[in-house]
T-cell receptor, first 114, second 112 residues
Framework: DTGVSQNPRHKITKRGQNVTFRCDPI?????LYWYRQTLGQGPEFLTY????????KSRLLSDRFSAERPKGSFSTLEIQRTEQGDSAMYLC????????????FGPGTRLLVL | AQSVTQLDSQVPVFEEAPVELRCNYS??????LFWYVQYPNQGLQLLLK??????LVESINGFEAEFNKSQTSFHLRKPSVHISDTAEYFC??????????FGKGTRLSVIA
């Protein structure tokens, strides 16, 4: 069990550029979640997938954000036309579909928009 | 909407002293409750969880939490803390089909 991995771990970009992050979940997990965490706050839900289907999106997920999980395995989160307010830690988590839904988190991708 | 309140943003405590980190949630329906820990420069790790059954749940490193339905609380306790417990602790809840909702976190600082 290699855990949830995320790449890159850090990203610095200029305002207006597009960025893409990748998440590889625990291999047998069919649910995958994206969260955003800003300084002094707990993680905030963005969206989640069950297999390849995107089942829920938060209103935090503006139209500049898009997430995919094309084969039900890894997922990508793209932010277009980045803004300084997008600077945050982006966390990915995965889980099995069970009654407890324990989510296992990756180390996160820290984004800084200049 | 579901919400989680962690009443203390920072808790300093001397090594080997007891600690309690407080957590209250808003839902009145059936809930699953979690405590996650985030060590410096690391990802979130599950510390313990309450799904059903015994209202007192324990972690492998000496923490425990008690689900109190009447008080809508899930406070985290440890009778004697260690320097290595220094971290940020997040309380989180799922109710019904809502996504996992986190509190703002409590930074525990253990002083030698």
């Amino acid at each position: 069990d290699t855990g949830v991995s995320q790449n890159p771990r850090h990203k610095i970009t200029k305002r207006g550029q597009n960025v893409t992050f990748r998440c590889d979940p625990i291999s047998e997990h069919n649910r995958l979640y994206w969260y955003r965490q800003t300084l002094g706050q707990g993680p905030e839900f963005l969206t989640y997938f069950q297999n390849e289907a995107q089942l829920e999106k938060s209103r935090l997920l503006s139209d500049r954000f898009s997430a995919e999980r094309p084969k039900g395995s890894f997922s990508t989160l793209e932010i277009q036309r980045t803004e300084q307010g997008d600077s945050a830690m982006y966390l990915c988590a995965s889980s099995l579909i069970t009654g407890g839904e324990t989510q296992y988190f990756g180390p996160g991708t820290r984004l800084l928009v200049l | 909407a579901q919400s989680v309140t962690q009443l203390d943003s920072q808790v300093p405590v001397f090594e080997e002293a007891p600690v309690e980190l407080r957590c209250n949630y808003s839902s009145s329906v059936s809930v699953y409750l979690f405590w996650y820990v985030q060590y410096p420069n690391q990802g979130l790790q599950l510390l313990l969880k309450y799904l059903s059954g015994s209202t007192l749940v324990e972690s492998i490193n000496g923490f425990e939490a008690e689900f109190n339905k009447s008080q809508t609380s899930f406070h985290l306790r440890k009778p004697s803390v260690h320097i290595s417990d220094t971290a940020e602790y997040f309380c989180a809840v799922i109710s019904g089909n809502t996504p996992l909702v986190f509190g703002k976190g409590t930074r525990l600082s253990v002083i030698a």
